[in-house]
């Protein structure tokens, strides 16, 4: 959980993802579209991937990724992701987090 | 209602099974108040005539037993009436099991008829380019259980839905409490995540098939998007049948209009990447002409498991919308949306069948 925490501190808007992933692809297509800005971290391309993705894992996310993080809290994945966009949802917590501005 | 284009037509050859069941007819109508596929008035008729030549002039006359016989029974001895009377219910009990044995057989004819139809016309309208892989094969002696399994409860799911379509519709013409019509919605909300539940199967037993929407009538599969409607585009039908809508309700539906429109553009262009994707592997020659390595292997059977979880999330986003819809509308309101949602399938289905039964010009 700790390499995972230092890996959004700080940050309103974190989006775990790998470059093979098309749903993540997705996930970060919707979000980008409301001009966000998003710190993205690709797994594959990074050398403690095998180590972040096991960490993903612990925190309950199946499949690991996307994983998102708002605020420094854990959304969840593509399925969260649509939940709170159908419901409205998404861009006030992202306004909130000061990910997006007006 | 009609049911689905396709008629069950009666195996000629009855070899498979031939029970010597006097009252077939009547337990066939009793099938179809369950909502069985109907059977067509003409095979029943010629089961009975066939049924007729076989009989066995056994006991098992249920209910029609002529007079003199009755009398003649009463004046026989307490012991053969007693044999007489055991040999019945054993005849029914056998007469009971060997029905059950018959309705299973004719289901799974039944799905195998819908699944070669649909080859056939997959075969017609395609054209056949030659080689295409088992799946391709018209008549393929390979048949998928989960996708046998999948039609035929997408059959019942069918049938059950054109029930509820009927009850909603009787209802709102008379003077049905919210109260009631509330249990009418929520069991309306349920048979569609009932659906969703049976595709998430059938999508791990033949994803392609899910996707080319291959259990869809051809008119309903030129709306197609990953496996199923357009959620925006739903919407956009349904809204006029719904007013008059207060202005928050307006606002709220709009809104939920552009979410939709918003997460479908974003599945569509991830879907548009791992089109991509695949394409180059198998242009590349990577998907395993020859030998695999595990890696290779491992690589295309992930590509192929992502286009599960793209019908997965675009169901998902199909049911959450439904869900925004329930808690937009009254209960009122929602009864009409689900009947108009449910008509309007039911046309398109209609409209299917209409085309392709259209009288075809000779060339």
């Known amino acids: 959980m700790d390499i995972v925490n230092r890996l959004v501190e700080q940050r309103p808007l974190v989006i775990f993802s790998k470059s093979s992933c098309c749903i993540s692809h997705s996930v970060m297509q919707l979000i980008n579209s409301y001009g966000a800005n998003a710190t993205i971290y690709q797994l594959d391309d990074m050398s403690n991937g095998q180590e972040v993705d096991k960490a993903l894992q612990r925190l309950g996310l199946k499949p690991s990724i996307p994983a998102v993080f708002i605020g420094q809290r854990l959304v969840g994945g593509a399925k969260e992701i649509i939940s709170l966009q159908i419901q409205g949802r998404l861009v006030p917590m992202l306004k909130e987090a000061g990910a997006i501005w007006v | ?363």
């Open chain 2, 1 to 363: 209602m009609n049911t689905p284009s396709t008629q069950f037509v009666m195996p000629r050859r009855m070899n498979m099974y031939d029970p010597p069941l006097h009252n077939i007819s009547s337990w066939v109508d009793s099938f179809r108040d369950d909502g069985f596929p109907n059977v067509a008035p003409s095979t029943v008729v010629e089961i009975n005539e066939r049924l007729d030549y076989l009989s066995e002039d056994t006991s098992s006359h249920k209910g029609q037993v002529p007079s003199n016989r009755y009398d003649q029974e009463a004046s026989k001895p307490p012991e053969k009436v007693q044999r007489r009377l055991a040999q019945n219910r054993e005849a029914a009990r056998k007469s009971r099991m060997r029905k059950k044995v018959y309705i299973q057989q004719l289901e799974l004819s039944r799905s195998k008829l819908m699944q070669m139809e649909q080859e056939l016309e997959r075969v017609r309208t395609q054209g056949v380019f030659g080689g295409g892989g088992v799946d391709n094969l018209p008549f393929s002696a390979t048949v998928n259980s989960g996708i046998v399994a999948f039609e035929m409860e997408y059959g019942h799911w069918v049938e059950e839905q054109n029930k509820q379509i009927c009850e909603l519709r009787n209802s709102l013409n008379t003077h049905i409490t919210d109260v009631e019509l509330r249990i009418l919605v929520d069991s309306g909300m349920k048979h569609y995540f009932d659906l969703f539940q049976l595709k998430a199967g059938a999508a791990k037993a033949d994803i392609f098939y899910l996707m080319n929407g291959m259990w869809k009538t051809s008119a309903e599969r030129f709306f197609f998007w990953i496996g199923g409607s357009r959620p925006s585009e739903l919407l956009k039908v349904l809204g006029p049948q719904l007013e008059p809508l207060t202005n928050q309700q307006q606002i709220d539906v709009y809104n939920l209009k552009q979410s939709c429109e918003q997460a479908e553009e974003a599945l569509t262009q991830g879907m548009d990447k791992l089109q991509q994707n695949l394409a180059e592997t198998v242009a590349t020659g990577r998907l395993g002409e020859g030998i695999y390595t595990s890696e290779m292997a491992n690589n295309a059977i992930e590509k192929l498991e992502a286009l599960i979880s793209f019908v997965n999330q675009a169901d998902h986003l199909r049911r959450e919308t439904l869900q925004q819809m329930h808690r937009i509308l009254t209960v009122r309101q929602a009864a009409r949306g689900l009947l108009a949602l449910g008509e309007y399938f039911q046309r398109l289905r209609a409209l299917s069948s209409l085309w392709c039964s259209r009288p075809r010009q000779p060339s």
